[in-house]
């Protein structure tokens, strides 16, 4: 029965070598734990402790922001395709792990932008 052939012995390698790639690229996914650290120790000064209570009207609020939007923000700041000298300059402090973690940080956070999670 050729369907057996899936169960050779070198497949099965194969298979526990992409499920170890996998297993290390998810360890080196993003770690809200650190990305709250950085924030804590950088962002909260303008963005608030939450990322809900900006020091100033018109700084954005970062709490419930799409992960993926936030990454790309901080991405376009540090590229100066979004010109801000303000995020530019921090933008440009942040590692790409850094800006992946922080994304996560404030998108698992209550926000109070239009969908409630
Ligand atoms: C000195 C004050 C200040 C600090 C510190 C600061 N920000 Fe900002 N941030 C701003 C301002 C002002 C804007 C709005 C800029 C603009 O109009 O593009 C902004 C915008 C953003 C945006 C875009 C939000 C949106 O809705 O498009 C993100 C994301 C962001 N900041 C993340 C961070 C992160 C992460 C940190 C910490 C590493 C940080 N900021 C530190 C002042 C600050």
């Known amino acids: 029965m050729s369907d057996l052939r899936f169960f050779r012995t070198d497949r099965i390698a194969a298979l526990a070598g992409a499920l170890a790639l996998f297993v290390a690229g998810a360890a080196q996914a993003a770690d ?3 990305g ?18 900006p020091i100033d009207p018109t700084y954005p609020r970062l709490a419930g922001q799409h992960d993926d939007y936030l990454r790309h923000a901080l991405l376009a700041y540090q ?37 409630q999670r």
């Open 32 to 34: 809200i734990a650190r």
């Open 36 to 53: 709250k650290e950085k924030a804590d120790q950088v962002c909260a000064a303008c963005h608030g402790k939450d990322g809900n209570t």
């Open 79 to 115: 590229s100066e395709q979004r010109k801000n000298p303000i995020m530019g300059a921090q933008a440009k402090q942040l590692s790409r792990a850094d800006i992946d973690n922080l994304a996560a940080y404030y998108a698992s956070l209550p926000g109070q932008l239009s969908h």
